[in-house]
C-alpha cells in the first residue's frame, strides 16, 4: 500500500468522533443524533465492518476503559498505549465529549450516568444495516471472544452467540475464546451452522500429527467487483492462555512465515485488497505488520484496545494500517478503501462508538435476544447485592470487580492471599446497582472457572507473579500473551515493568510482613489451565464468590484496590494514578 501523501488521513480517522459532543447531540431526537453520530460519508469502492472481543454480550452494558495501560521500551508513548487526556490528545478528541466517554475512564462514574449503556447487539444491527446500506457490498468481520463471556454463552455452549453473528450478517470470523468450547463443538459450529454463511479463517491453526490446515487460512470475496482476501490469525498462545486438552489435537503459533505465504498466495490468485481479521493483540498486529508485506490492513481484537486512529506500519512491500475494534460491541470499525489500477490508494478509518440511547434498537435482533435469554431470565436477573462503588475489571494491575473476587475467595476459603486472572473481559458496575447473578457471570463465565485452594512456597509465589509480569512487560511483543496482571488479594508487592525476566517483582508482604521463600501459604484461585483441576470436585468461582456476596447483610461496600508499588516506569502516558 502506498499512502506516504495521505498518511495525514489517519488523523481524520477520528475527525468525525472529535466534533461529536452531548452539547449538540444527547438530548436530540432520534433522527439528529444518529445523522451526526452515524451518517458517515462514504468513501472509496471496498469497505469493511469490523466487531471483535464481544464476550457475549447481546445487551447494552456499562464498561470502563482502563487507566493504566502501559507501554514499555519502544512501546511507551505509542498506541496502543495510552490512556485519558494522553488518547485524547493523540487522537484529536475533545475532553468532555460522547467519544471521549466512549474510549476514556474520565470522569466515568458522571459520564456513564449521563451518556448511557454502550453496545447491545440489537444497537450493533441497526449501526452495521445502516453501515452496509450506505456501503454496498462491505464485509463484516468477527475478530473472535465472541462465544464466550456471559451465562448464557455458557449454558447453552455458545448458541445464543451463534444464533445471533448470523443474524447480525458476519461474514469471516476467527477465534479465541472460542477454543474453549472444545474442538468439537468448534468443528460442529463450524460445519452445520455456519455452512454457506459465515467462513471461519486461521492461517495459523494447524493439526499436531501432519500439520495439515485445521481451517481455511483465507477466503477471497469480490466487494464491488473487486478480489478482497481476508486472512485469518487465531489467538496464537491459545493451548497455554487456556487450557490445552481443550485444543489437544492443535497447534498454534505466530508463524509470520505461513502468513507471508498466505499474503502471497492470495496475491497470486488475483486478490487487490488483503487483509486480515487478526485476534494476535494489537502489539503483535503492529510488530506483524512491520515484518510481513502485502497486507493492507490487520483489523485487530483480543486487547480490547479501541483505538480511534490507525496506526500506519512500513514494511519492505509498503504499508500496512492497524487497527483495533475494542470489546463488547461497544465500538464497530469501518474502513473504506479506494481501489484504483489493481491497489488500494487511500483509505478512510473510523471507529463508531454504540451508544445504545442513540441507536435504535433493531427489532429482529431484539426478538431474538429475548428469544433466546427467557429460559434465564430470572436466574439472571437475580439480585445477590447492591454495590456501593463502582465495580469494574479493566486495567494492568487490578480492578474494583476483580478485587471483589478475591476479597471473597481468601475469605470464604480461609486462604492467606488470592489470585484472580488478568482477564480483560466483564463489565462494569454502578454505584448503587444490583450486583446480578448475571454481572457475576459476566465476570466469570469460563468452561474452566473451577475454585483453586493450594499450597504454595512464598518462593513459588513470587515465581507466578513473575512469569505473569514478564507476557504483560516483555519487551518483545511476540512473548506477550495479552491480559493483564494477575490480580492479587492479600499480598502487597512492588513491580518494576522496565527490570528483566525475574527481576521486576519485590517486596511480597502479607500483613506487613515479608513473604518467607520456603513457607507454605494458603492461595486461593481459579480457572486452572491443568486438565485435572476438572476432575477434583471443586465449586465453581461463581458459588464461592455468592457465598460472600450472601453474607453482606444485602451491600458491598467500596472495593479498596490492591495494587503494586510501581518502580522505575513512571511517569507514563499509559499511567493515570
Not at 461497544?330 to 478503501?337: A, C, I, N, R
Not at 470464604?412 to 463489565?427: C, E, N
Amino acid at each position: 500500500m502506498n499512502l506516504t501523501k495521505r498518511e495525514f488521513f489517519q488523523v481524520l480517522g477520528a475527525g468525525t468522533m472529535a466534533g461529536m459532543g452531548l452539547s449538540a447531540y444527547a438530548q436530540a431526537d432520534t433522527t439528529t443524533a444518529t445523522h451526526g453520530l452515524y451518517d458517515i460519508p462514504k468513501f472509496g469502492n471496498v469497505s469493511f465492518l469490523h466487531m471483535t472481543d464481544c464476550h457475549a454480550q447481546l445487551n447494552p452494558i456499562y464498561f470502563r476503559e482502563p487507566s493504566i495501560n502501559l507501554g514499555i521500551g519502544s512501546m511507551k508513548g505509542n498506541l496502543p498505549h495510552l490512556v485519558g487526556e494522553h488518547l485524547l490528545k493523540a487522537s484529536g478528541i475533545r475532553p468532555g465529549t460522547a467519544e471521549a466517554h466512549a474510549l476514556t475512564y474520565l470522569n466515568y462514574e458522571q459520564a456513564a450516568k449521563r451518556y448511557g449503556k454502550v453496545g447491545g447487539f440489537a444497537h450493533l444491527a441497526t449501526l452495521v444495516k445502516r453501515m452496509k446500506a450506505s456501503r454496498p457490498g462491505a464485509l463484516l468481520l468477527d475478530g473472535g471472544d465472541t462465544w464466550q463471556g456471559s451465562g448464557t454463552a455458557l449454558w447453552t455452549n455458545g448458541q445464543d452467540m451463534v444464533d445471533a453473528c448470523k443474524l447480525l450478517g458476519v461474514d469471516v470470523m476467527t477465534g479465541h475464546w472460542e477454543f474453549t468450547l472444545g474442538m468439537d463443538r468448534v468443528k460442529e459450529i463450524i460445519e452445520k451452522d455456519f455452512a454457506g454463511k459465515i467462513d471461519f479463517v486461521a492461517q495459523n491453526v494447524k493439526t499436531n500429527d501432519f500439520g495439515d490446515p485445521v481451517f481455511k487460512p483465507y477466503v477471497i470475496r469480490e466487494i464491488n467487483g473487486i478480489p478482497c482476501a481476508i486472512i485469518g490469525q487465531a489467538f496464537p498462545y491459545t493451548p497455554i492462555a487456556n487450557p490445552r486438552y481443550m485444543v489437544a489435537d492443535w497447534a498454534f503459533g505466530i508463524q509470520d512465515e505461513n502468513m507471508q505465504k498466505m499474503v502471497d498466495e492470495c496475491r497470486g490468485k488475483g486478490a487487490q485488497v488483503v487483509v486480515v481479521i487478526s485476534h494476535n493483540g494489537m502489539d503483535v498486529d503492529l510488530k506483524m505488520a512491520s515484518r510481513v508485506s502485502g497486507i493492507d490492513a490487520i483489523m485487530g481484537g483480543h486487547t480490547h484496545d479501541g483505538m480511534p486512529v490507525a496506526s500506519i506500519i512500513s514494511n519492505k512491500g509498503g504499508k500496512t494500517l492497524v487497527t483495533n475494534a475494542g470489546s463488547n460491541a461497544k465500538f464497530l470499525g469501518v474502513l473504506d478503501f479506494d481501489v484504483k489500477d489493481k491497489k488500494v490508494t487511500d483509505f478512510r478509518y473510523k471507529l463508531l462508538p454504540v451508544f445504545a440511547n442513540i441507536l435504535p434498537a433493531d427489532p429482529e435482533m431484539q426478538a431474538l435476544i429475548t428469544k433466546v435469554r427467557a429460559p434465564y431470565e430470572a436466574k439472571l436477573s437475580e439480585k445477590l447485592a447492591i454495590t456501593e462503588g463502582t465495580l469494574y475489571r479493566r486495567g494492568n494491575f487490578n480492578g474494583t470487580g476483580d478485587q471483589l473476587l478475591v476479597d471473597a475467595l481468601m475469605e470464604v476459603q480461609g486462604a492467606d492471599l488470592a489470585f484472580s486472572p488478568g482477564f480483560r473481559w466483564g463489565t462494569t458496575l454502578l454505584p448503587g446497582q444490583a450486583i446480578t447473578r448475571e454481572w457475576l457471570m459476566d465476570m466469570t463465565a469460563t468452561t474452566y472457572s473451577y475454585a483453586t485452594l493450594t499450597e504454595m512456597t512464598g518462593s513459588t509465589i513470587k515465581t507466578v507473579l513473575e512469569d505473569v509480569a514478564d507476557n504483560l512487560f516483555n519487551p518483545d511483543p511476540y512473548y506477550q500473551q495479552g491480559g493483564d496482571m494477575v490480580r492479587v488479594g492479600g499480598l502487597q508487592y512492588s513491580c518494576s515493568p522496565t527490570e528483566g525476566m525475574g527481576k521486576r517483582i519485590t517486596d511480597m508482604r502479607i500483613n506487613g510482613k515479608l513473604l518467607e521463600a520456603d513457607k507454605k501459604y494458603k492461595v486461593a484461585g481459579w480457572a486452572p489451565v491443568a486438565e485435572e483441576a476438572k476432575n477434583q470436585g471443586n465449586k465453581q468461582v461463581w458459588e464461592v464468590v455468592e457465598t460472600w456476596l450472601a453474607a453482606r447483610g444485602g451491600k458491598v461496600g467500596k472495593r479498596k484496590l490492591n495494587t503494586p508499588k510501581i518502580i522505575g516506569a513512571l511517569p507514563n502516558p499509559g499511567y493515570a494514578a
